[in-house]
């Protein structure tokens, strides 16, 4: 049966039904404060008939049931199977796992934050807050972890915030990571970027960052940081590049290759090796 509507109308009614808005986001304490919402299935509610015994209404439910409702992850059969001896070592490497997928879930790119701050303001943020520098375009001073220049930052998007300068050094948690890599995105007017001693940045983070801001980063410094090969050939994509830091390649014949024709392609660009740093786990 063909449907008597005009072609905006049409369209209109695929894009809602095929579209998400962020309005009807709810977090998980939303969620867990509205209750379990019936299900339902072309407009209609799921048949009683038709849902888990566990589910309907007079049956006897106790906290096993999350045995019942959905199968348990492998993480929580591994548990149990370990569970008569459990070492403190696997608790603590354990909470170690936890940690690492905390800081990668801290780190991700947020479209929301971005839609209400724009994306030199939104840097300002995630750097700022994780123990980065930001310095601004046509100013002397950096913003760092200070509570009181944090306080004063604005919540909502506000013009004249460009950001010329990052320095990563002390970023917190043994520095960013692929995933916070992104956030340098948009960055138009971004010059001068400090990733020393960050031990994530690898050839993937290096390849993002060309991509993004190659057109406009003019010193990187990557000293302390895990380069190779393939992190060279990524740096060549960097038109606007002036000035490298790196660390000393050492005895690496192919890294020094690598750098070498790097030179070569990019005669104006000057690198600077620096001698590794020892670090404590080192003494």
């Not at 991700?108 to 700022?128: I, Q, W």
């Not at 990052?166 to 010059?191: A, M, P, W, Y």
């Not at 970027?193 to 801001?213: E, F, P, T």
Request: aromatic share 10%; charged share 25%; hydrophobic share 35%.
């Amino acid at each position: 049966m063909a449907l008597n509507l005009k072609p905006n109308e049409l369209v209109r009614r695929i894009h809602n039904s095929w579209t998400r808005s962020y309005c009807e986001y709810k977090s998980i304490y939303e969620r867990h404060e509205a209750g379990r919402q019936p299900r339902k299935v072309r407009g209609e509610v799921y048949p009683e008939w038709r849902r888990p015994w566990i589910q309907r209404d007079g049956e006897w439910t106790s906290k096993l049931s999350i045995f019942v409702e959905k199968n348990p992850s492998m993480n929580i059969l591994t548990s149990m199977q370990h569970l008569p001896n459990l070492t403190f070592k696997d608790v603590s490497d354990w909470w170690k796992r936890m940690k690492v997928v905390q800081e990668i879930q801290n780190q991700k790119y947020l479209p929301e934050r971005v839609t209400s701050l724009g994306s030199n303001l939104a840097a300002v943020h995630f750097f700022s807050y994780r123990q980065a520098a930001v310095r601004l375009k046509d100013s002397k001073n950096w913003i760092a972890n200070d509570p009181d220049t944090l306080e004063k930052l604005p919540d909502t998007y506000k013009d004249g915030y460009f950001v010329e300068a990052i320095d990563c050094t002390n970023f917190h948690h043994g520095g960013i990571r692929f995933e916070g890599v992104q956030n340098l995105n948009g960055l138009n007017f971004l010059k001068w970027l400090s990733l020393r001693n960050n031990k994530y940045i690898d050839v993937w983070c290096i390849d993002r960052i060309a991509g993004q801001n190659g057109r406009s980063i003019e010193y990187l410094d990557i000293s302390g940081c895990n380069l190779c090969v393939g992190g060279v050939f990524a740096l060549a994509r960097m038109s606007a590049l002036k000035f490298l830091v790196i660390t000393d390649p050492g005895d690496n014949v192919e890294l020094q290759a690598a750098l070498s024709m790097l030179e070569e392609e990019k005669p104006k660009l000057l690198i600077k090796t620096v001698a590794p740093e020892i670090t404590n786990e080192q003494k």
